[in-house]
Protein backbone atom coordinates (compact mmCIF):
# COMPACT_ATOMS: atom_id res chain seq x y z
CA UNK A 1 0.00 0.00 0.00
CA UNK A 2 1.41 3.57 -1.07
CA UNK A 3 1.65 5.83 1.23
CA UNK A 4 -0.85 8.78 0.51
CA UNK A 5 1.91 11.53 1.51
CA UNK A 6 4.27 10.00 -1.11
CA UNK A 7 1.65 10.43 -3.57
CA UNK A 8 1.18 13.56 -3.04
CA UNK A 9 4.82 14.84 -2.71
CA UNK A 10 5.43 12.99 -6.15
CA UNK A 11 2.50 14.85 -7.65
CA UNK A 12 4.06 18.30 -6.23
CA UNK A 13 6.75 17.63 -8.30
CA UNK A 14 9.30 15.85 -5.91
CA UNK A 15 10.57 13.54 -8.32
CA UNK A 16 12.82 11.40 -5.70
CA UNK A 17 9.34 10.73 -4.20
CA UNK A 18 7.85 9.35 -7.56
CA UNK A 19 10.70 7.54 -7.90
CA UNK A 20 10.63 5.66 -4.90
CA UNK A 21 6.97 5.34 -5.57
CA UNK A 22 7.38 3.37 -9.14
CA UNK A 23 9.82 1.45 -6.79
CA UNK A 24 6.88 0.34 -4.54
CA UNK A 25 4.33 -0.38 -7.24
CA UNK A 26 6.61 -2.15 -9.85
CA UNK A 27 6.27 -5.65 -8.71
CA UNK A 28 2.66 -5.10 -9.06
CA UNK A 29 2.36 -3.70 -12.02
CA UNK A 30 4.61 -6.11 -13.47
CA UNK A 31 2.82 -9.33 -12.05
CA UNK A 32 -0.59 -8.40 -13.72
CA UNK A 33 1.27 -7.85 -17.03
CA UNK A 34 2.84 -11.26 -16.81
CA UNK A 35 -0.44 -12.73 -16.23
CA UNK A 36 -2.52 -11.09 -18.39
CA UNK A 37 0.19 -11.57 -21.42
CA UNK A 38 1.73 -14.85 -20.00
CA UNK A 39 4.66 -14.01 -21.31
CA UNK A 40 8.12 -12.29 -19.56
CA UNK A 41 9.72 -10.70 -22.14
CA UNK A 42 6.35 -8.65 -23.10
CA UNK A 43 5.44 -8.39 -19.35
CA UNK A 44 8.57 -6.85 -19.04
CA UNK A 45 8.10 -4.23 -21.88
CA UNK A 46 3.93 -3.38 -20.79
CA UNK A 47 5.08 -2.60 -17.16
CA UNK A 48 7.74 -0.03 -18.11
CA UNK A 49 5.50 1.30 -20.28
CA UNK A 50 3.23 1.42 -17.72
CA UNK A 51 5.80 2.61 -15.29
CA UNK A 52 6.75 5.66 -18.07
CA UNK A 53 3.10 6.28 -17.61
CA UNK A 54 2.39 6.98 -14.69
CA UNK A 55 5.68 9.15 -14.10
CA UNK A 56 4.58 11.13 -16.91
CA UNK A 57 0.40 11.20 -15.36
CA UNK A 58 1.13 11.31 -12.00
CA UNK A 59 -0.32 14.96 -11.69
CA UNK A 60 -4.04 13.66 -13.25
CA UNK A 61 -4.40 11.15 -10.21
CA UNK A 62 -7.45 12.34 -7.93
CA UNK A 63 -7.48 10.94 -4.81
CA UNK A 64 -10.99 10.18 -5.48
CA UNK A 65 -9.89 6.83 -6.79
CA UNK A 66 -8.02 4.50 -5.19
CA UNK A 67 -4.36 4.58 -6.11
CA UNK A 68 -3.73 0.97 -6.95
CA UNK A 69 -6.90 0.85 -9.16
CA UNK A 70 -5.37 3.87 -10.42
CA UNK A 71 -2.32 1.95 -11.64
CA UNK A 72 -3.87 -1.55 -12.19
CA UNK A 73 -6.54 0.59 -15.15
CA UNK A 74 -2.98 2.09 -16.92
CA UNK A 75 -1.28 -1.11 -16.68
CA UNK A 76 -4.15 -3.85 -17.69
CA UNK A 77 -5.08 -1.04 -20.45
CA UNK A 78 -1.69 -1.27 -21.43
CA UNK A 79 -1.63 -5.17 -21.48
CA UNK A 80 -5.29 -5.35 -23.50
CA UNK A 81 -3.76 -2.97 -26.19
CA UNK A 82 -0.74 -5.20 -26.57
CA UNK A 83 -2.94 -8.10 -26.57
CA UNK A 84 -4.69 -6.97 -29.24
CA UNK A 85 -1.92 -6.34 -31.32
CA UNK A 86 0.15 -9.67 -30.93
CA UNK A 87 -3.05 -11.21 -31.64
CA UNK A 88 -4.65 -10.05 -34.53
CA UNK A 89 -7.91 -10.27 -35.79
CA UNK A 90 -8.50 -13.50 -36.81
CA UNK A 91 -12.10 -15.47 -37.81
CA UNK A 92 -12.93 -17.76 -35.18
CA UNK A 93 -12.27 -20.88 -37.68
CA UNK A 94 -8.74 -19.91 -37.98
CA UNK A 95 -8.54 -19.25 -34.25
CA UNK A 96 -9.32 -22.81 -33.43
CA UNK A 97 -6.89 -23.72 -35.93
CA UNK A 98 -3.95 -21.50 -34.68
CA UNK A 99 -4.86 -23.15 -31.13
CA UNK A 100 -4.48 -26.38 -32.23
CA UNK A 101 -0.98 -25.77 -34.47
CA UNK A 102 -0.02 -23.75 -31.05
CA UNK A 103 -0.89 -26.50 -28.99
CA UNK A 104 0.92 -29.44 -30.78
CA UNK A 105 4.14 -27.02 -31.38
CA UNK A 106 4.45 -26.35 -27.61
CA UNK A 107 3.36 -29.65 -26.79
CA UNK A 108 6.75 -30.88 -26.33
CA UNK A 109 7.86 -28.07 -24.25
CA UNK A 110 5.06 -27.36 -22.17
CA UNK A 111 4.75 -31.13 -20.73
CA UNK A 112 7.26 -31.00 -18.47
CA UNK A 113 5.55 -27.96 -16.77
CA UNK A 114 2.14 -29.78 -15.43
CA UNK A 115 1.54 -26.78 -12.96
CA UNK A 116 1.75 -24.38 -15.78
CA UNK A 117 -1.75 -25.96 -17.06
CA UNK A 118 -3.46 -23.47 -15.27
CA UNK A 119 -1.58 -20.85 -16.42
CA UNK A 120 -2.01 -22.26 -20.21
CA UNK A 121 -5.59 -21.97 -19.02
CA UNK A 122 -5.76 -18.75 -18.42
CA UNK A 123 -4.54 -17.75 -21.27
CA UNK A 124 -7.45 -19.34 -23.16
CA UNK A 125 -9.48 -16.62 -21.35
CA UNK A 126 -10.77 -13.52 -23.91
CA UNK A 127 -8.96 -10.72 -22.40
CA UNK A 128 -11.37 -8.94 -19.99
CA UNK A 129 -12.18 -12.17 -18.02
CA UNK A 130 -8.31 -12.99 -17.69
CA UNK A 131 -7.63 -9.51 -16.37
CA UNK A 132 -10.43 -9.89 -14.41
CA UNK A 133 -8.90 -13.07 -12.56
CA UNK A 134 -6.12 -11.54 -12.24
CA UNK A 135 -6.89 -8.46 -10.31
CA UNK A 136 -9.40 -11.16 -7.99
CA UNK A 137 -6.03 -13.59 -7.30
CA UNK A 138 -3.27 -11.67 -8.00
CA UNK A 139 -4.24 -8.04 -6.79
CA UNK A 140 -6.69 -9.58 -4.36
CA UNK A 141 -9.25 -7.16 -5.50
CA UNK A 142 -12.70 -6.60 -4.36
CA UNK A 143 -14.98 -6.77 -7.16
CA UNK A 144 -15.62 -3.28 -6.93
CA UNK A 145 -12.49 -2.77 -6.97
CA UNK A 146 -12.01 -4.46 -10.38
CA UNK A 147 -15.25 -2.72 -11.64
CA UNK A 148 -12.80 0.94 -10.85
CA UNK A 149 -9.95 -0.78 -12.51
CA UNK A 150 -11.34 -1.96 -16.13
CA UNK A 151 -14.01 0.80 -15.93
CA UNK A 152 -16.68 -2.13 -16.02
CA UNK A 153 -20.20 -2.30 -14.53
CA UNK A 154 -20.33 -4.41 -11.15
CA UNK A 155 -22.37 -7.25 -12.93
CA UNK A 156 -20.25 -7.37 -15.83
CA UNK A 157 -17.52 -8.15 -13.73
CA UNK A 158 -19.14 -10.49 -11.50
CA UNK A 159 -20.30 -12.68 -14.79
CA UNK A 160 -17.08 -12.49 -16.03
CA UNK A 161 -15.55 -13.95 -13.10
CA UNK A 162 -17.83 -16.53 -13.04
CA UNK A 163 -17.51 -18.17 -15.95
CA UNK A 164 -14.20 -17.17 -16.43
CA UNK A 165 -14.06 -19.59 -13.12
CA UNK A 166 -16.34 -22.06 -14.89
CA UNK A 167 -14.19 -21.89 -18.12
CA UNK A 168 -11.11 -22.35 -16.21
CA UNK A 169 -12.64 -25.40 -14.42
CA UNK A 170 -13.69 -27.23 -17.38
CA UNK A 171 -10.31 -26.92 -19.17
CA UNK A 172 -8.62 -28.19 -15.77
CA UNK A 173 -10.77 -30.88 -15.18
CA UNK A 174 -10.09 -32.09 -18.66
CA UNK A 175 -6.37 -31.89 -18.09
CA UNK A 176 -6.78 -33.93 -14.88
CA UNK A 177 -8.44 -36.88 -16.62
CA UNK A 178 -5.78 -36.68 -19.38
CA UNK A 179 -8.43 -35.00 -21.97
CA UNK A 180 -7.26 -32.82 -25.15
CA UNK A 181 -5.00 -30.15 -23.59
CA UNK A 182 -5.06 -26.52 -24.60
CA UNK B 1 -33.45 -23.62 -5.35
CA UNK B 2 -32.06 -24.89 -9.05
CA UNK B 3 -28.78 -26.02 -9.61
CA UNK B 4 -28.17 -22.80 -11.74
CA UNK B 5 -29.18 -20.43 -8.60
CA UNK B 6 -26.88 -22.27 -6.63
CA UNK B 7 -23.85 -22.14 -9.16
CA UNK B 8 -24.11 -18.23 -8.79
CA UNK B 9 -23.89 -18.93 -4.81
CA UNK B 10 -20.91 -21.19 -5.14
CA UNK B 11 -18.92 -18.29 -7.21
CA UNK B 12 -19.92 -15.35 -5.01
CA UNK B 13 -19.01 -18.08 -1.68
CA UNK B 14 -15.37 -18.11 -3.15
CA UNK B 15 -15.06 -14.38 -3.31
CA UNK B 16 -16.57 -14.23 0.22
CA UNK B 17 -19.78 -12.90 -0.98
CA UNK B 18 -22.27 -14.92 0.96
CA UNK B 19 -24.21 -13.54 3.97
CA UNK B 20 -24.64 -16.09 6.59
CA UNK B 21 -28.74 -17.36 5.03
CA UNK B 22 -26.93 -17.14 1.78
CA UNK B 23 -24.22 -19.48 2.65
CA UNK B 24 -26.83 -21.85 4.68
CA UNK B 25 -28.80 -22.12 1.79
CA UNK B 26 -25.41 -23.20 -0.42
CA UNK B 27 -24.51 -25.72 2.12
CA UNK B 28 -28.10 -27.54 2.02
CA UNK B 29 -27.98 -27.78 -1.44
CA UNK B 30 -24.79 -29.37 -1.64
CA UNK B 31 -25.54 -32.00 0.90
CA UNK B 32 -27.66 -33.86 -1.32
CA UNK B 33 -26.94 -33.01 -4.58
CA UNK B 34 -23.89 -34.62 -5.08
CA UNK B 35 -23.23 -33.35 -9.25
CA UNK B 36 -23.14 -29.15 -7.22
CA UNK B 37 -20.95 -30.75 -4.23
CA UNK B 38 -18.33 -32.11 -6.92
CA UNK B 39 -18.74 -28.57 -8.97
CA UNK B 40 -18.03 -26.58 -5.58
CA UNK B 41 -15.12 -29.06 -4.88
CA UNK B 42 -13.91 -28.56 -8.12
CA UNK B 43 -14.43 -24.65 -8.32
CA UNK B 44 -12.80 -24.23 -4.57
CA UNK B 45 -9.82 -26.40 -5.45
CA UNK B 46 -8.90 -23.89 -8.27
CA UNK B 47 -9.82 -20.65 -6.59
CA UNK B 48 -7.16 -22.10 -4.10
CA UNK B 49 -4.58 -22.86 -7.33
CA UNK B 50 -4.99 -19.25 -8.43
CA UNK B 51 -4.54 -18.13 -5.06
CA UNK B 52 -1.28 -19.97 -4.62
CA UNK B 53 -0.06 -18.87 -8.98
CA UNK B 54 3.57 -17.50 -8.10
CA UNK B 55 3.67 -14.22 -6.72
CA UNK B 56 6.07 -13.45 -9.77
CA UNK B 57 8.66 -10.16 -9.36
CA UNK B 58 10.30 -8.74 -12.22
CA UNK B 59 14.02 -10.24 -13.18
CA UNK B 60 15.44 -6.57 -12.23
CA UNK B 61 14.46 -3.19 -11.13
CA UNK B 62 12.22 -1.85 -14.12
CA UNK B 63 12.35 1.75 -12.54
CA UNK B 64 15.70 1.31 -13.15
CA UNK B 65 16.00 0.26 -16.05
CA UNK B 66 13.36 2.95 -17.31
CA UNK B 67 15.39 5.77 -15.35
CA UNK B 68 17.03 7.02 -18.58
CA UNK B 69 13.80 7.12 -20.56
CA UNK B 70 12.19 9.63 -17.43
CA UNK B 71 15.26 11.62 -17.77
CA UNK B 72 14.45 12.07 -21.00
CA UNK B 73 10.92 12.73 -20.24
CA UNK B 74 11.91 15.12 -18.21
CA UNK B 75 14.49 17.28 -20.06
CA UNK B 76 11.73 17.07 -23.13
CA UNK B 77 9.48 18.75 -20.59
CA UNK B 78 12.16 21.31 -19.62
CA UNK B 79 12.63 21.78 -23.05
CA UNK B 80 9.04 22.59 -24.14
CA UNK B 81 8.37 25.12 -21.68
CA UNK B 82 11.07 27.89 -22.92
CA UNK B 83 14.18 26.05 -24.32
CA UNK B 84 14.62 25.54 -27.37
CA UNK B 85 18.38 23.98 -27.58
CA UNK B 86 19.31 23.46 -31.08
CA UNK B 87 18.10 25.32 -33.54
CA UNK B 88 18.87 23.36 -36.37
CA UNK B 89 16.84 23.90 -39.57
CA UNK B 90 15.92 20.54 -39.76
CA UNK B 91 14.07 20.53 -36.32
CA UNK B 92 13.31 24.04 -36.75
CA UNK B 93 11.48 23.55 -39.33
CA UNK B 94 9.50 20.47 -38.49
CA UNK B 95 6.77 22.15 -36.05
CA UNK B 96 6.61 24.94 -38.83
CA UNK B 97 5.91 22.60 -41.33
CA UNK B 98 3.34 21.16 -39.20
CA UNK B 99 1.77 24.29 -38.09
CA UNK B 100 1.64 25.28 -42.19
CA UNK B 101 -0.07 22.16 -42.72
CA UNK B 102 -3.18 22.87 -40.27
CA UNK B 103 -3.22 26.36 -41.08
CA UNK B 104 -3.82 25.47 -44.97
CA UNK B 105 -7.35 24.08 -44.76
CA UNK B 106 -8.35 26.10 -42.17
CA UNK B 107 -7.37 29.84 -44.25
CA UNK B 108 -9.52 27.99 -46.74
CA UNK B 109 -12.95 26.90 -45.08
CA UNK B 110 -12.09 29.04 -41.52
CA UNK B 111 -15.22 27.22 -39.66
CA UNK B 112 -15.29 28.74 -35.84
CA UNK B 113 -15.46 25.84 -34.03
CA UNK B 114 -12.14 24.24 -35.91
CA UNK B 115 -10.60 27.29 -35.50
CA UNK B 116 -10.56 27.28 -31.63
CA UNK B 117 -9.26 23.43 -31.29
CA UNK B 118 -6.77 24.68 -33.49
CA UNK B 119 -6.09 27.78 -31.34
CA UNK B 120 -5.78 25.61 -28.68
CA UNK B 121 -3.65 22.61 -30.33
CA UNK B 122 -1.01 25.67 -30.88
CA UNK B 123 1.52 26.30 -27.99
CA UNK B 124 2.41 30.08 -28.89
CA UNK B 125 5.18 30.40 -26.91
CA UNK B 126 6.61 27.50 -28.76
CA UNK B 127 5.57 28.99 -32.17
CA UNK B 128 7.61 31.80 -31.49
CA UNK B 129 10.45 30.30 -30.06
CA UNK B 130 10.34 28.05 -33.23
CA UNK B 131 10.19 31.54 -34.96
CA UNK B 132 12.94 32.79 -33.36
CA UNK B 133 15.04 29.82 -33.25
CA UNK B 134 14.58 29.65 -37.37
CA UNK B 135 15.52 33.25 -37.64
CA UNK B 136 18.82 32.27 -35.48
CA UNK B 137 19.36 29.28 -38.09
CA UNK B 138 18.86 31.68 -41.20
CA UNK B 139 21.39 34.14 -39.82
CA UNK B 140 23.48 31.03 -39.04
CA UNK B 141 23.47 29.45 -42.44
CA UNK B 142 24.19 33.03 -44.29
CA UNK B 143 27.57 33.27 -42.52
CA UNK B 144 28.49 29.79 -41.97
CA UNK B 145 27.00 27.86 -45.21
CA UNK B 146 27.19 30.01 -47.83
CA UNK B 147 27.67 27.40 -50.26
CA UNK B 148 24.25 25.58 -51.93
CA UNK B 149 21.44 26.95 -49.96
CA UNK B 150 18.89 26.62 -52.62
CA UNK B 151 17.19 24.02 -50.42
CA UNK B 152 17.61 26.27 -47.33
CA UNK B 153 16.21 29.18 -48.94
CA UNK B 154 12.63 27.92 -48.73
CA UNK B 155 12.81 26.65 -45.13
CA UNK B 156 14.45 30.05 -44.26
CA UNK B 157 11.70 31.93 -45.82
CA UNK B 158 9.30 29.48 -44.22
CA UNK B 159 10.80 30.43 -40.90
CA UNK B 160 10.89 33.55 -41.79
CA UNK B 161 7.12 33.95 -42.48
CA UNK B 162 6.23 32.23 -39.05
CA UNK B 163 8.40 35.09 -37.41
CA UNK B 164 6.84 37.83 -39.20
CA UNK B 165 3.42 36.33 -38.60
CA UNK B 166 3.24 35.35 -35.38
CA UNK B 167 4.83 38.43 -34.32
CA UNK B 168 2.11 41.24 -32.71
CA UNK B 169 0.45 43.51 -35.13
CA UNK B 170 2.32 46.76 -33.43
CA UNK B 171 5.98 45.25 -33.64
CA UNK B 172 8.09 47.72 -34.58
CA UNK B 173 8.94 48.67 -38.17
CA UNK B 174 12.35 47.82 -36.96
CA UNK B 175 12.03 44.11 -36.23
CA UNK B 176 10.36 43.42 -39.73
CA UNK B 177 13.29 45.20 -41.25
CA UNK B 178 15.85 42.98 -39.91
CA UNK B 179 13.55 39.94 -40.83
CA UNK B 180 13.93 41.52 -44.39
CA UNK B 181 17.34 42.11 -44.32
CA UNK B 182 18.04 37.99 -43.54
CA UNK B 183 15.32 37.26 -46.09
CA UNK B 184 17.23 39.21 -48.66
CA UNK B 185 20.83 37.63 -47.76
CA UNK B 186 19.67 34.00 -47.93
CA UNK B 187 17.94 34.87 -51.15
CA UNK B 188 21.37 36.81 -52.34
CA UNK B 189 23.00 33.37 -51.85
CA UNK B 190 20.65 31.28 -53.62
CA UNK B 191 20.64 33.42 -56.92
CA UNK B 192 24.40 33.81 -57.07
CA UNK B 193 24.13 29.44 -57.03
CA UNK B 194 21.47 29.55 -59.54
CA UNK B 195 23.59 31.55 -62.08
CA UNK B 196 26.18 29.41 -61.26
CA UNK B 197 24.96 26.47 -62.85
CA UNK B 198 23.21 29.23 -65.40
CA UNK B 199 25.92 29.84 -68.47
CA UNK B 200 23.50 30.96 -70.89
CA UNK B 201 21.41 34.69 -70.00
CA UNK B 202 18.75 35.28 -70.94
CA UNK B 203 16.23 37.49 -69.26
CA UNK B 204 13.32 35.71 -66.99
CA UNK B 205 11.67 37.21 -64.75
CA UNK B 206 10.23 35.77 -61.12
CA UNK B 207 9.02 36.69 -58.61
CA UNK B 208 11.68 36.09 -55.72
CA UNK B 209 9.69 33.59 -54.28
CA UNK B 210 9.93 31.44 -57.13
CA UNK B 211 14.11 31.71 -57.56
CA UNK B 212 14.65 28.08 -56.67
CA UNK B 213 11.91 26.47 -58.91
CA UNK B 214 13.63 28.07 -61.42
CA UNK B 215 17.25 27.00 -60.33
CA UNK B 216 15.28 23.40 -60.85
CA UNK B 217 13.58 23.60 -63.54
CA UNK B 218 14.77 26.33 -66.02
CA UNK B 219 18.79 25.56 -65.76
CA UNK B 220 19.57 28.36 -67.64
CA UNK B 221 18.92 31.99 -67.57
CA UNK B 222 19.65 34.59 -65.92
CA UNK B 223 17.31 35.23 -63.01
CA UNK B 224 16.34 38.64 -61.87
CA UNK B 225 15.16 38.86 -58.38
CA UNK B 226 12.40 41.14 -58.06
CA UNK B 227 11.06 42.40 -55.12
CA UNK B 228 7.17 42.71 -54.56
CA UNK B 229 7.21 46.46 -54.13
CA UNK B 230 4.19 46.25 -56.98
CA UNK B 231 1.91 44.98 -54.04
CA UNK B 232 2.41 48.07 -51.68
CA UNK B 233 -0.87 48.99 -50.93
CA UNK B 234 -2.38 45.39 -50.39
CA UNK B 235 0.78 44.15 -49.20
CA UNK B 236 0.11 46.40 -45.94
CA UNK B 237 -3.54 44.92 -45.38
CA UNK B 238 -2.00 41.33 -45.54
CA UNK B 239 0.63 42.30 -43.14
CA UNK B 240 -1.28 43.00 -40.56
CA UNK B 241 -3.83 39.74 -41.02
CA UNK B 242 -1.14 37.92 -41.63
CA UNK B 243 0.78 39.27 -38.46
CA UNK B 244 -2.30 38.75 -36.39
CA UNK B 245 -4.07 35.57 -37.69
CA UNK B 246 -1.62 33.57 -39.10
CA UNK B 247 -4.24 31.50 -41.41
CA UNK B 248 -3.07 32.02 -44.73
CA UNK B 249 -2.02 29.55 -46.82
CA UNK B 250 1.81 29.07 -46.78
CA UNK B 251 2.48 30.93 -50.04
CA UNK B 252 0.63 34.06 -48.74
CA UNK B 253 2.06 33.89 -45.59
CA UNK B 254 5.64 33.80 -47.30
CA UNK B 255 4.94 36.90 -49.25
CA UNK B 256 3.20 38.57 -46.58
CA UNK B 257 5.98 38.28 -44.56
CA UNK B 258 8.34 39.57 -47.38
CA UNK B 259 5.90 42.15 -48.23
CA UNK B 260 5.16 43.41 -45.13
CA UNK B 261 9.04 43.73 -44.51
CA UNK B 262 9.59 45.63 -47.87
CA UNK B 263 6.61 47.26 -47.41
CA UNK B 264 8.23 48.58 -43.86
CA UNK B 265 11.05 49.18 -45.28
CA UNK B 266 9.83 51.45 -48.04
CA UNK B 267 7.67 53.24 -45.47
CA UNK B 268 10.67 53.78 -43.31
CA UNK B 269 12.89 55.44 -45.67
CA UNK B 270 11.97 55.49 -49.04
CA UNK B 271 14.56 57.49 -50.61
CA UNK B 272 17.38 54.76 -48.81
CA UNK B 273 20.10 53.80 -50.66
CA UNK B 274 19.20 50.60 -52.50
CA UNK B 275 21.48 47.85 -53.63
CA UNK B 276 21.87 45.78 -56.73
CA UNK B 277 23.68 42.91 -57.05
CA UNK B 278 25.41 41.83 -59.45
CA UNK B 279 26.23 37.71 -60.39
CA UNK B 280 29.86 36.50 -61.48
CA UNK B 281 29.47 37.98 -64.74
CA UNK B 282 29.17 41.54 -63.31
CA UNK B 283 25.49 41.43 -64.47
CA UNK B 284 22.83 42.89 -62.23
CA UNK B 285 20.67 40.36 -61.24
CA UNK B 286 19.01 41.53 -58.11
CA UNK B 287 18.12 44.81 -55.77
CA UNK B 288 17.59 44.39 -52.26
CA UNK B 289 18.21 46.25 -49.35
CA UNK B 290 20.72 45.83 -46.68
CA UNK B 291 24.11 47.04 -46.30
CA UNK B 292 26.02 43.44 -45.47
CA UNK B 293 26.30 42.72 -49.48
CA UNK B 294 29.83 43.81 -49.66
CA UNK B 295 30.85 42.18 -52.98
CA UNK B 296 28.78 44.76 -54.74
CA UNK B 297 30.20 47.93 -56.21
CA UNK B 298 27.13 49.77 -55.97
CA UNK B 299 26.96 53.84 -55.79
CA UNK B 300 24.66 56.71 -55.71
CA UNK B 301 20.88 54.95 -56.26
CA UNK B 302 19.23 58.40 -58.04
CA UNK B 303 15.45 58.18 -57.58
CA UNK B 304 14.05 59.68 -60.21
CA UNK B 305 11.34 62.90 -59.41
CA UNK B 306 8.24 60.96 -59.94
CA UNK B 307 9.49 58.16 -58.25
CA UNK B 308 8.57 55.37 -60.23
CA UNK B 309 12.01 54.59 -61.46
CA UNK B 310 15.47 54.93 -59.92
CA UNK B 311 19.11 54.82 -61.37
CA UNK B 312 22.52 53.84 -59.95
CA UNK B 313 26.15 53.47 -61.13
CA UNK B 314 26.85 49.66 -60.97
CA UNK B 315 30.36 48.40 -62.13
CA UNK B 316 31.08 50.80 -64.37
CA UNK B 317 27.87 51.05 -66.22
CA UNK B 318 24.53 52.90 -65.53
CA UNK B 319 21.29 50.86 -64.87
CA UNK B 320 18.33 52.23 -64.74
CA UNK B 321 15.20 50.40 -62.94
CA UNK B 322 11.86 50.64 -61.68
CA UNK B 323 11.80 51.73 -58.43
CA UNK B 324 8.93 49.26 -57.08
CA UNK B 325 10.12 45.66 -59.11
CA UNK B 326 13.23 46.66 -59.26
CA UNK B 327 13.10 45.39 -63.16
CA UNK B 328 16.18 46.69 -64.81
CA UNK B 329 14.39 48.95 -67.81
CA UNK B 330 18.44 49.84 -69.25
CA UNK B 331 22.04 49.24 -68.92
CA UNK B 332 24.51 51.52 -70.47
CA UNK B 333 26.69 48.93 -71.18
CA UNK B 334 30.54 49.33 -69.07
CA UNK B 335 31.78 52.79 -69.64
CA UNK B 336 35.64 53.81 -69.87
CA UNK B 337 36.16 56.06 -66.93
CA UNK B 338 34.35 57.24 -64.09
CA UNK B 339 30.84 58.22 -63.93
CA UNK B 340 29.58 60.88 -62.24
CA UNK B 341 26.90 63.11 -61.97
CA UNK B 342 23.55 60.91 -62.15
CA UNK B 343 20.67 63.48 -62.72
CA UNK B 344 17.00 62.99 -63.52
CA UNK B 345 15.10 66.00 -65.69
CA UNK B 346 11.99 67.08 -63.36
CA UNK B 347 9.86 65.23 -65.88
CA UNK B 348 11.28 62.44 -65.07
CA UNK B 349 11.54 62.01 -68.43
CA UNK B 350 15.15 61.81 -69.09
CA UNK B 351 18.38 61.10 -67.11
CA UNK B 352 21.89 62.50 -67.39
CA UNK B 353 25.08 61.51 -66.54
CA UNK B 354 28.91 62.06 -67.21
CA UNK B 355 31.74 59.71 -67.98
CA UNK B 356 35.45 61.51 -67.27
CA UNK B 357 37.89 58.69 -68.98
CA UNK B 358 41.49 59.60 -66.91
CA UNK B 359 42.93 63.12 -68.05
CA UNK B 360 40.49 63.19 -71.00
CA UNK B 361 37.28 65.55 -71.46
CA UNK B 362 34.12 64.62 -69.85
CA UNK B 363 31.40 62.93 -72.00
CA UNK B 364 28.12 64.11 -71.29
CA UNK B 365 25.21 61.34 -72.08
CA UNK B 366 21.66 61.19 -72.35
CA UNK B 367 18.90 58.65 -71.35
CA UNK B 368 15.84 59.08 -72.71
CA UNK B 369 13.06 56.89 -70.58
CA UNK B 370 10.54 56.61 -72.98
CA UNK B 371 12.28 55.64 -75.89
CA UNK B 372 14.93 53.70 -73.80
CA UNK B 373 18.04 55.03 -75.69
CA UNK B 374 21.05 56.69 -74.90
CA UNK B 375 22.82 59.74 -76.74
CA UNK B 376 25.87 61.28 -76.14
CA UNK B 377 25.66 65.06 -75.93
Given at each position: MVEPSLIRAAQSGDRDALITLLREIETHVYRTAYYILNNEQDAMDAAQEALIRIYTKISSYEEKAQFKTWIQRIVTNICIDKFRRNKPTVSIEEHELVFREKSSVEEDVMSTYVADDIRKAIDMLPEHHRAVVV???????????????????????KSYLFRARQQLQTLLHEYQRGGVRG | ?????????????????????????????????SDCADMFERLKRLSAELDSLPKVVPAFSLVDAIIPQLDRIDSER????????????????????????????LSRRSPRDRKKGWLKRISWPAVTGVA???????????????????????????????????????????????????????????????????????????????????????????????????????VSDKSTTGASVPLAPSD?????????????????????????VKDQYGEPMGITSGGNSSSSDISNVVLSPDGTLSAAIVDGAVLVYTTQEGTVQLDSGKKTGVISGLQWSDDSKALFFEVKDGEGPKTHYKIDTREWTITTQ
Amino acid sequence: MVEPSLIRAAQSGDRDALITLLREIETHVYRTAYYILNNEQDAMDAAQEALIRIYTKISSYEEKAQFKTWIQRIVTNICIDKFRRNKPTVSIEEHELVFREKSSVEEDVMSTYVADDIRKAIDMLPEHHRAVVVLRYLQDFSYNEIADSLDLPLNTVKSYLFRARQQLQTLLHEYQRGGVRG
Amino acid sequence: MTCQEVMEYMQRQLDDDLNDHEADALTAHTRYCSDCADMFERLKRLSAELDSLPKVVPAFSLVDAIIPQLDRIDSERQGSEWTIETPLVGEAAQPNDEWEAEVVPLSRRSPRDRKKGWLKRISWPAVTGVAAAGLVAGLFLVLFNPVNPPELKNETANLESAAASSEEPQSSVADRAITKQSADEVRIESTKSTNAQAPSVSEKRYVSEQTTEAADSSGGGQIKVVKPYADLPSVSDKSTTGASVPLAPSDDATAAASDSAAGAEKLRNESELMFIVKDQYGEPMGITSGGNSSSSDISNVVLSPDGTLSAAIVDGAVLVYTTQEGTVQLDSGKKTGVISGLQWSDDSKALFFEVKDGEGPKTHYKIDTREWTITTQ
